[in-house]
């Protein structure tokens, strides 16, 4: 009976028909997203031998997000999320078709695939807080909205490990243009979850003010809440120093494992059982104390890990640690989306996500193309070593900094019940 109840609490989110309809087409269309990236990252080291070119790759797919973050989040504020969402993943699918045909017809260019990713990173600019911002909408319960990320987590990490795993194995069987096929594929169902939605038309708020003054209202916003803005600088810190590793695991496979696209896929799969690990455990949990302190505990578990997997002398051994860091990488990106969703008021949820995706997709981007510029002067192994200790160095900094905060907040709401005519503050206690 308790591992019932335990099992439908991991669950219970699913009970919304409209999460459950997005948890379904996401997880199938997610499948093919990792199966892309893995394929385009493969492709591009296999032919071009280049850490730098690889290092290209990944920033030109996700800088957009950075210059466009705080735009997408804007749009997702005064307009329907579900309609944006709508329109997002109709030109991804545009943009894997593109991929798709590029690679099957023979015409392989890397500035092609330069283009294309750029493309894509534009289009998640808007997707990534129109989605963001849309869980609050599939639930009903705001209790269950980290428990709704927690899943949509672990949805996205149970593809990571899927995705990968089947890339590797079509890749050395039939090469990477199937891998793009699949993926323009998956497109049909995620659309055809979406338009069986029953979504309630959005509360309109004032559209009086123009672009730069909302960017304005939302850095203003974010001034007033010192505890969100450290966590979103915070995860623009590790998305810099640490996340960048996925660009160099093609050179770990091919160089210092001396294997193929199946070793590249059993190095993601691992990353992604470890995230699929910490996110279940996550959307298991009724309520975290301390969601923060959680945060900053993670970020250690996982560069910690990545740099003993920088060395590791064996393949098995690098499959164990990137498993570890994994989960110490899904519950700092889960956590840190947990703290500030349920943090943030409504009507600039919108733009607060659009700074956390500018921050988490946004940085990583320059984080790669360092990696891979360096990567290519003194390995990758040194290079992520290095890494590592920086995340290290920026945990360390953020637990005083964070704990210095919510001492802050703290005083400051018992100074307010204090105040409170009527109110005994020690008879509370």
């Known amino acids: 009976m308790a591992v019932q109840k335990g099992f439908s609490s991991v669950f219970r989110s699913l009970k919304y028909r409209n999460f459950k309809l997005f948890f379904a087409g996401q997880s199938i269309s997610l499948v093919g997203t990792w199966m892309q990236r893995m394929a385009v990252s493969w492709l591009v080291y296999d032919v071009t031998h280049s850490a730098i070119l690889l290092g290209l790759v990944m920033f030109a797919g996700q800088f957009p997000s950075l210059l466009l973050g705080p735009y997408g989040g804007i749009i997702s504020d005064r307009y329907?999320?579900?309609?944006?969402?709508?329109?997002?993943?109709?030109?991804?699918?545009?943009?894997?078709?593109?991929?798709?045909?590029?690679?099957?017809?023979?015409?392989?260019?890397?500035?092609?695939?330069?283009?294309?990713?750029?493309?894509?990173?534009?289009?998640?600019?808007?997707?990534?807080?129109?989605?963001?911002?849309?869980?609050?909408?599939?639930?009903?319960?705001?209790?269950?909205?980290?428990?709704?990320?927690a899943l949509n987590s672990s949805m996205v990490n149970l593809a990571r490990l899927i995705g990968p795993t089947v890339a590797g194995f079509l890749i050395a069987?039939?090469?990477?243009?199937?891998?793009?096929?699949?993926?323009?594929?998956?497109?049909?169902?995620?659309?055809?979850?979406?338009?069986?939605m029953k979504i309630k038309p959005k509360t309109s708020f004032k559209r009086d003010h123009n672009v730069w003054e909302s960017l304005k209202q939302g850095y203003?916003?974010?001034?007033?809440?010192?505890?969100?803005?450290?966590?979103?600088?915070?995860?623009?810190?590790?998305?810099?120093?640490?996340?960048?590793?996925?660009?160099?695991?093609?050179?770990?496979?091919?160089?210092?494992?001396?294997?193929?696209?199946?070793?590249?896929?059993?190095?993601?799969?691992?990353?992604?059982l470890g995230a699929l690990g910490g996110a279940i455990y996550l959307a298991g949990a009724q309520k975290i104390k301390n969601l923060s302190k959680l945060v900053i505990v993670s970020i250690f578990i996982f560069s910690g890990t990545l740099a003993l997997f920088s060395y590791s002398p064996w393949l098995w051994m690098a499959i164990l640690f990137l498993a570890i860091s994994g989960i110490g990488q899904m519950i700092q990106i889960s956590g840190s989306n947990s703290y500030i969703q349920t943090h943030v008021d409504d009507q600039m949820r919108g733009?607060?996500?659009?700074?956390?995706?500018?921050?988490?997709?946004?940085?990583?981007?320059?984080?790669?193309?360092?990696a891979g510029?360096?990567?290519?002067?003194?390995?990758?192994?040194?290079?992520?070593?290095?890494?590592?200790?920086?995340?290290?160095?920026?945990?360390v900094i953020f637990y005083f900094l964070?704990?210095?905060?919510?001492?802050?907040?703290?005083?400051?709401?018992?100074?307010?019940?204090?105040?409170?005519?009527?109110?005994n503050f020690d008879a509370k206690l």
């Open 173 to 196: 069987w039939v090469g990477e243009g199937m891998c793009f096929l699949i993926n323009t594929l998956t497109f049909i169902p995620v659309l055809s979850s979406l338009l069986l």
């Open 402 to 423: 964070l704990k210095k905060v919510r001492m802050r907040i703290v005083t400051r709401d018992r100074l307010e019940i204090r105040e409170t005519p009527g109110f």
């Open 80 to 149: 329907s999320r579900y309609k944006i969402l709508l329109f997002t993943q109709v030109a991804s699918l545009v943009q894997a078709g593109a991929l798709t045909i590029m690679i099957l017809g023979g015409y392989y260019s890397t500035l092609g695939v330069i283009l294309l990713s750029a493309l894509l990173g534009v289009i998640n600019a808007f997707d990534i807080p129109s989605r963001q911002s849309l869980m609050i909408e599939l639930i009903e319960d705001k209790e269950n909205l980290p428990n709704a990320i």
């Open 373 to 395: 510029f360096s990567a290519n002067h003194i390995g990758a192994p040194l290079t992520l070593f290095i890494m590592s200790l920086f995340g290290l160095i920026t945990a």
């Open 220 to 272: 203003q916003y974010l001034q007033t809440k010192p505890d969100i803005r450290l966590m979103i600088i915070l995860m623009a810190c590790i998305s810099f120093s640490v996340m960048p590793f996925l660009t160099l695991l093609p050179i770990f496979a091919k160089d210092i494992f001396h294997g193929d696209a199946k070793t590249l896929s059993w190095l993601e799969a691992a990353t992604g």
């Open 351 to 370: 733009r607060v996500i659009s700074f956390y995706a500018m921050a988490f997709q946004g940085m990583m981007p320059i984080g790669s193309f360092v």
